[in-house]
C-alpha cells in the first residue's frame, strides 16, 4: 500500500486561504469516508484537526475544513495565521487488510 | 482528557528487539471503545502505523511489519506495549502511541526516538 500523495509544500500570507490535497484511490481516500488529517508542529507530536473527512474536533478552529471528491481529499485553512505553520499529514482507512494508511506530508509556510 | 506517554530504551543493537511501553492516564484502556496503536516516524519523513491493540486483546498489524511485530495490553497497569524483533538501521525513528475510535488518532503521546546502532 503506497503513502497518499500530498504536495511538498504551500505558502500563504497570514489572512489568506490555503488547500492542502491529499490523492490515494478507490482503495483508500476514494472508498471511506474516513479521512483524517493531522498538523505538527516541529518536534511535536501529531495533533488530529479533522477527521471522517469534514468533522472537527473540539477545540479546532473552525478555520479549518475538510472535503473529498473522488479520490481526493482536501485540508483548507481559512484566515491563515502564523501558527498554523506545520506539516500537515492526511491519513485514510484503507480496508481491512491495510487498515490506515497516511499522506507524504504538506509544509505549510505562512509568509 | 487521555494522556500517553512512551517509556523505553533510546538505543537498541541490530538484531535485538526493540521494546516500548506506552502509559494511559485520564482515562481507561478497559473501558473500551478505543484502539490503542503504535506510530513511528522515520526522521524527516511522513508517519508510518504499526499496528493497534483493543482492550479484549485483539490486534492487527500492519501487513509490512506484521511479521516481526508484537503489541500486548496489560489493563492492570493500564498500558499497552510494542515489541519489534530484528532491528535494522531503518528501524530508527521516532515511536508514538496513539488511540482513538476505529478511523482516527485522537490522542498521541510525545514521542520517543530509539535509535539502531552498535
Known amino acids: 500500500q503506497s503513502a497518499l500523495t500530498q504536495p511538498r509544500s504551500v505558502s500563504g500570507s497570514p489572512g489568506q486561504s490555503v488547500t492542502i490535497s491529499c490523492t490515494g484511490t478507490?482503495?483508500?481516500?476514494?472508498?471511506?469516508?474516513?479521512v483524517s488529517w493531522y498538523q505538527q508542529h516541529p518536534g511535536k507530536a501529531p495533533k488530529l484537526m479533522i477527521y471522517d473527512v469534514s468533522k472537527r474536533p473540539s477545540g479546532v478552529p473552525d478555520r479549518f475544513s475538510g472535503s473529498k471528491s473522488g479520490n481526493t481529499a482536501s485540508l483548507t485553512i481559512s484566515g491563515l495565521q502564523a501558527e498554523d505553520e506545520a506539516d500537515y499529514y492526511c491519513?485514510?482507512?484503507?480496508?481491512?487488510?491495510?487498515?490506515?494508511?497516511f499522506g507524504t506530508g504538506t509544509k505549510v509556510t505562512v509568509l | 482528557q487521555v494522556q500517553l506517554q512512551e517509556s523505553g530504551p533510546g538505543l537498541v543493537k541490530p538484531s535485538q528487539t526493540l521494546s516500548l511501553t506506552c502509559t494511559v492516564s485520564?482515562?481507561?484502556?478497559?473501558?473500551?471503545?478505543?484502539?490503542w496503536s503504535w506510530i513511528r516516524q522515520h526522521p524527516g519523513k511522513g508517519l508510518e502505523w504499526i499496528g493497534y491493540i483493543y482492550y479484549s486483546g485483539s490486534t492487527y498489524y500492519n501487513p509490512s511489519l506484521k511479521s516481526r511485530v508484537t503489541i500486548s495490553v496489560d489493563t492492570s497497569k493500564n498500558q499497552f506495549s510494542l515489541k519489534l524483533s530484528s532491528v535494522t538501521a531503518a528501524d530508527t525513528a521516532v515511536y508514538y502511541c496513539?488511540?482513538?475510535?476505529?478511523?482516527?488518532?485522537?490522542?498521541w503521546g510525545q514521542g520517543t526516538l530509539v535509535t539502531v546502532s552498535s
Open positions: 485520564g482515562g481507561s484502556i478497559s473501558s473500551g471503545g478505543y484502539y
Open positions: 496513539a488511540s482513538g475510535p476505529y478511523s482516527q488518532f485522537d490522542y
Open positions: 491519513c485514510s482507512y484503507a480496508g481491512s487488510y491495510t487498515l490506515y494508511v
Open positions: 478507490s482503495s483508500d481516500v476514494g472508498g471511506y469516508n474516513y
